[in-house]
Nanobody, 122 residues
């Protein structure tokens, strides 16, 4: 019913930048919170940044000042601008969204993207 499609991952040198995008489509009435998580090999998935529908953002301590999350509600898209990348940012990055379905207005459903690989070389 709902798909989250990510793009923008890749290989970059330390100090470089990437911009991730995640577009939601399907039976969507509205989207509440959106977020980016990441999972490095052998580690648990962790929250990188989250943003409310109104645009209030919060970040993991490790990315403050380097990453910026934003969203376009009309396009149902969330972005993650990643600057000053470090090798420790290497991970699979996942998009997350809380979605209210058309015709089902009493609960929010959680959706995840398929993940996009970000690799930062030293």
């Amino acid at each position: 019913q709902v798909q989250l499609v990510e793009s923008g991952g890749g290989l970059v040198q330390a100090g470089g930048f990437l911009r991730l995008s995640c577009a939601a489509s399907g039976s969507i009435f509205s989207i509440n919170a959106m977020a980016w998580y990441r999972q490095a090999p052998g580690k648990q998935r962790e929250l990188v940044a989250a943003i409310t529908r109104g645009g209030r953002a919060n970040y993991a301590d490790s990315v403050v000042g380097r990453f910026t999350i934003s969203r376009d509600n009309a396009k149902k898209t969330v972005y993650l601008q990643m600057n000053s990348l470090k090798p420790e940012d290497t991970a699979v990055y996942y998009c997350y969204a809380e979605i209210l379905h058309v015709g089902d207005y009493e609960r929010l459903y959680d959706y995840w993207g398929q993940g996009t690989q970000v690799t930062v070389s030293s």
